[in-house]
Each structure stands twice: as structure tokens, then as C-alpha cells.
């Protein structure tokens, strides 16, 4: 009997060992890195969402503050880099014609707006503003485009030139004149990367097309921003199998179809 009982001792560790295997090995598997990025993504479309449904004043005020919160940080970092306390960001530049005792009065400004505490002010009234004022305006006009954002722009540049610029002289004109510097380059900025953009999203379509149209004749058109995450273009329909839609999130039941689809019909599987 303690012969049997010894020789039973090796087969329990064998099977505890089997068994534990395959959770270690599904726990090395998993990528903590993913999963945080997923849980983060899943918060911020639920953040929007419900941003969404909120009345204007509602998501202007939480779009301020978070704005605020972020332009704090950045320019508190800046100025502690800066060497000197010397400003992260160049203040406005005075309007010309001022008299000397007005310059040397606003070149003090300048060289007292360089501390970290400043530069966090200053930092967090400008992209605050430019954040609550484009919120305004989208949901006021319906739509983001380059008047909104060079509005947003000049408010937050005439603030910037107020709070960053206090006990300088012509304190409105500065504001004007600075605001309007920045809506120029804020419009300018925005018509390019809007032109980028368009281009950029033109040239990805046409890679896409036939397998857009697959989607949408299935009726699985959501999942089109799967085929583009793992650049699945028309040349590589004829290659799809289960694997490569179950890599880019495809869900059992769409799979299945899209590969029927795809055997059944022998224009997808000729390239262009």
C-alpha cells in the first residue's frame, strides 16, 4: 500500500502542473498595456456621450475647466524648464508707437511672466478659453469649421494679452491686436490640416472601396474602421480568412458572413 501511495505522488504534482499551465500561460497571454488603453478609450466614449446629452452651458463649463486643467499643467512645466523663469511662450509684442516709458514698462511685464506659477496662469486662461469658446460655437453653429476655431482663437489670444499682460498701457488695443494675430494663425492652421486631412482621408477610401461596399451591402458598415485598424485594403480580400477577421475584433457572426459573402462572390477575390 505505501508502494501504490509513493507512486501516486508524482501523478498529483503532474496534474496540478497540467492544469496550472494553461492559466499561466492565459495570464501571460493577456496585455495589461491593451487593456488599460481599451478601459481608457471606453471611459472617453462615455465621457462624450454624456458631454453630449448635456445642456451647452453644462459641457462649455466641464470643456473650460478640463482645458484650463491641462493648459495649467503644461504651462507650469514650461516655466519651470525655462531658463531664468524666463516664459515658455513669447508674450504679445507691443503695439508700435509706444512711447519709451510705456515700453520699459511692458518689457518689465515681459520679464516678471516667466515663473511657473504665471506661466500656469496664463497657459490655463488661454487654452481654457479656446476650449469652452469652440465648445460654444459647434454646438451654437452645428458644426466645427474655421470661423469657430479662429473665433475661439481670438478670444483666447485677446485673454491671453490681458492676464499675461496686466499694468501694461492700451490694454485693449493689445488684446485686439493680439487676438487677431492669433485667429490668423489659428484659420491658417485649420485650412491646412483640413486640406491634409481630405486628401489624406480621399487616398485611404480608395483603398477601401470594394471592401466598403461589401460592408454596406451585408449591412456590417460599422465594422469598416476594423478593416482600416488592420489594414485590410481590396488587394487583400482575396487572402481573408477567419484568423485575420478575428485579429481586428470581428465578431464570430460577422465573420462568418463576410467570408460566404466573399466565396460567393468571385469579383472580390480578382484584384484590380
Known sequence: ????????????????????????ASRGGANPLAELTDRFRSLEVGVREWMAKQPTHIEAAVTTAFGAVQGGALGGLMGTFA??????LPVPQPPPGLDPKAMATFKQAQALAGGPLVQARNFAVMT?????????????RGVEDVQGSMAAAFGSGALFSIVSGMGTPNPVVNAITTGMAFAVFQGGFFIVGQKFSKTKTH??????SRARNMLSQLGLQNYEKNFKKGLLTDETLPLLNESALRDVNIPPGPRLVILEHIKREPGLTKSN
Open 128 to 140: 481654457g478659453a479656446n476650449a469652452g469658446i469652440s465648445c460654444v460655437m459647434r454646438r451654437v
Open 1 to 24: 500500500m505505501e508502494g501504490m501511495g509513493q507512486k501516486r505522488r508524482p501523478l498529483v504534482v503532474m496534474a496540478s502542473s497540467s492544469t496550472t499551465a494553461p492559466q499561466s
Open 83 to 88: 531658463p531664468e523663469g524666463g516664459a515658455g
Open 203 to 208: 487616398n485611404e477610401d480608395m483603398n477601401y
